[in-house]
């Protein structure tokens, strides 16, 4: 069974500082790998999705992927309370299914 | 504007009802997914189609059923069989063409009264 395991949280950060939010994955052959936010009551919202190694910077959001240790992780630099949501990391083979993680809840206080 | 809808945006059914929640997209994606979210656990996959006239089961298929006879619409029907329905199920669409991001609609709640 191919997993997706994150810490449910909550991950609480203070107004402005960075939050790290991680995620492995057991799947090696994974190629694809993305990052949902989701407000309570609503449906995931795309942020992120990164394909290769490394580091992929969008605003206040970089993801960043290892896929030597099956890990990828999304940091967001000046939080703001409004990023207090649930966080989803989703995994996919590199064909079109994506296993999707419980997600992490960040809050942010002001 | 370009999207995903479904609707209703809350459904109650009776025990025994089978009831079919609506996905429409107009983005010109190929494929469509339907996912099934309930409290502490992920989004799991129920049937995903990557091209009209065909579509596959996911995960957790027992007790729903799907069709995709136009490329915008990819209907779920939740049946008797689904022994517990209640849930907040979600389409969602990905153009099908090397990439694989996946865009959600904003879910249906149904509620097994």
């Known amino acids: 069974q191919k997993e997706v395991e994150q810490n449910s949280g909550p991950l609480s950060v203070p107004e402005g500082a960075i939050a790290s939010l991680n995620c492995t994955y057991s799947?090696?052959?994974?190629?694809?790998f993305f990052w949902y936010r989701q407000y309570s009551g609503k449906s995931p919202e795309l942020i992120m999705f990164?394909?290769?190694?490394g580091d992929k910077e969008d605003g206040r959001f970089t993801a960043q992927l290892n896929k030597a240790s099956q890990y990828v992780s999304l940091l967001i630099r000046d939080s703001q309370p409004s990023d207090s949501a649930t966080y989803l990391c989703a995994v996919g083979p590199g064909f079109q299914k994506l296993v999707f993680g419980t997600g992490t809840r960040l809050l942010v206080s002001p | 504007d370009g999207g995903i809808t479904q609707s209703p945006k809350y459904l109650f059914r009776k025990e025994g009802q089978n009831v079919t929640l609506s996905c429409e997209q107009n983005?010109?994606?190929?494929?469509m997914y339907w996912y099934r979210q309930d409290p502490g656990q992920g989004l799991r996959l129920i049937y995903y189609s990557q091209i009209v006239n065909d579509f596959q089961k996911g995960d957790i298929a027992e007790g729903y059923s799907v069709s995709r006879e136009k490329k915008e619409s990819f209907p779920l029907t939740v049946t008797s069989a689904q022994k517990n329905p209640t849930a907040f199920y979600l389409c969602?669409?990905?153009?099908?063409?090397?990439?694989?991001?996946?865009?959600f609609g904003p879910g249906t709640r149904l509620t097994v009264l």
């Open positions: 983005l010109n994606h190929d494929a």
């Open positions: 799947d090696r052959g994974s190629q694809s």
């Open positions: 990164i394909y290769s190694n």
């Open positions: 969602a669409s990905s153009s099908g063409r090397g990439a694989n991001e996946q865009f």
